[in-house]
């Protein structure tokens, strides 16, 4: 359950960045609105998830989830430039993700 909160969080740290470009600075009321209600939710998510998780890999997984996200967000919907190697990187964060998740980290 803890690490489906980190996912969750993750998720939600797509949401905010991309909330972040869009709201131009703050100076666009919904997107920084949505840019508000995504960081609570993603931060207050990782909070918990700490209970009962390792710091170190659960900061990791959310981190990755949020970086892969955006980045993958970005290029399908903002324009952002499409390259090999950014996808290939993108699938080394993904692999590490699987991989952190994997090494047992939980109490």
């Known amino acids: 359950m803890a690490w489906l909160l980190v996912i ?11 909330s972040l470009k869009l709201s131009h600075g703050f100076t666009r009321l919904w997107p920084t609105v949505a840019f508000c209600v995504f960081a609570l939710g993603s931060f207050g998510l990782l ?11 659960a900061y990791a997984v959310w981190t990755g989830i949020g970086a892969a996200g ?38």
């Open 8 to 18: 969750v969080a993750g998720l939600l740290e797509t949401g905010f960045a991309v």
């Open 47 to 57: 909070t918990l998830s700490l209970r009962k998780l390792d710091v170190g890999p």
């Open 70 to 107: 955006t980045a993958i967000y970005g290029m399908i919907f903002l324009g952002d430039i499409v390259s090999t190697l950014k996808i290939v990187s993108i699938s080394l964060v993904i692999v590490g993700i699987i991989g952190l998740q994997l090494s047992g980290s939980a109490h």
